[in-house]
C-alpha cells in the first residue's frame, strides 16, 4: 500500500515569507501527486496535481509544487504567503496505472499566517 | 454548477444507534468516493463506485459499515451499531472516472458524525 509522509503536521511564516511544504511518497513507481486545501468547515479544494509532464507543476492561488523522483517527493511552495493561505493542506497520491482510483492522504499540515 | 453535496453536515448520535449519511456528486460523474477523517488525521477511504457496483469496498472498516449507490448519482453511507470509535468526518468525492487518467476527485463539505 501506498504510504505518504507530511513532515511537520504545524507551519508557521510571517505574511509575504517563502511557504514550504513537505511531502514524501513511498512507491518505487512514481504514483500520481496532489496537493489539496481545506479550509475551517469545507471540503477539501484541488491545489494542484502532477501527472507525467512537467516536473514543476503550478496550481491555483500561487501555489507550485515540484516532483522529484530521487527523493520521492512533491514539496508544495509559494513565494510570499497571504493571511487567507491559513489552512490544512493534505498531500495525496494515487497509483499509477490503477482504475480504482482511491486516493492515499498524508496526515496534514497546519499552516498558519502571522502578520 | 453544483458541487458535491452531503447531508446532513452534522450528525449527533448515541452509541448503538444507525445513521445514514447522504452523498449527492456531481452531476455526470460516474465514479463516487468515500473517505473518512478522524480528528488530526488525513482522509482514509472506504469506499468507491463505478456507477451503481461498488467496484473496491476495501477501506470499510468491518460490517457495521455499508454504502449503497442504487441509481448510480447519490449514495448513502450506514452505519449500523455506531460505535465512539465511528466519530469522524466523513467525506464524499466523486470524479469523472478514474479509467481516465489521474481524475481530480471533488470534495464535499463532510458529515460531522458523533457518538455519545
Known amino acids: 500500500a501506498q504510504s505518504v509522509t507530511q513532515l511537520g503536521s504545524h507551519v508557521s511564516v510571517s505574511e509575504g515569507a517563502l511557504v514550504l511544504l513537505r511531502c514524501n511518497y513511498s512507491s518505487s513507481v512514481p504514483p500520481y501527486l496532489f496537493w489539496y486545501v481545506q479550509y475551517p468547515n469545507q471540503g477539501l479544494q484541488l491545489l494542484l496535481k502532477?501527472?507525467?509532464?512537467?516536473?514543476l507543476v503550478k496550481g491555483i492561488n500561487g501555489f507550485e509544487a515540484e516532483f522529484k523522483k530521487s527523493e520521492t517527493s512533491f514539496h508544495l511552495t509559494k513565494p510570499s504567503a497571504h493571511m487567507s493561505d491559513a489552512a490544512e493542506y493534505f498531500c495525496?497520491?494515487?497509483?499509477?496505472?490503477?482504475?480504482?482510483?482511491?486516493?492515499?492522504f498524508g496526515r496534514g499540515t497546519q499552516l498558519t499566517v502571522w502578520p | 454548477g453544483a458541487g458535491v453535496s452531503q447531508t446532513p453536515s452534522n450528525k449527533v448520535t448515541e452509541k448503538g444507534k444507525y445513521v445514514e449519511l447522504r452523498c449527492d456528486p456531481i452531476?455526470?460523474?460516474?465514479?463516487l468516493y468515500w473517505y473518512r477523517q478522524s480528528l488530526g488525521q488525513g482522509p482514509e477511504f472506504l469506499i468507491y463506485f463505478q456507477g451503481t457496483g461498488a467496484a473496491d469496498d476495501s477501506g470499510l472498516p468491518n460490517d457495521r459499515f455499508f454504502a449503497v449507490r442504487p441509481e448510480g448519482s447519490v449514495s448513502t453511507l450506514k452505519i449500523q451499531r455506531t460505535e465512539r470509535g465511528d466519530s469522524a468526518v466523513y467525506l464524499c468525492?466523486?470524479?469523472?472516472?478514474?479509467?481516465?487518467?489521474?481524475?481530480?476527485?471533488?470534495f464535499g463539505p463532510g458529515t460531522r458524525l458523533t457518538v455519545l
Open positions: 502532477y501527472t507525467s509532464a512537467a516536473t
Open positions: 452531476s455526470g460523474h460516474t465514479a
Open positions: 495525496a497520491v494515487r497509483d499509477r496505472g490503477s482504475t480504482l482510483g482511491r486516493l492515499y
Open positions: 468525492a466523486s470524479s469523472l472516472a478514474p479509467g481516465q487518467g489521474p481524475d481530480t476527485q471533488y
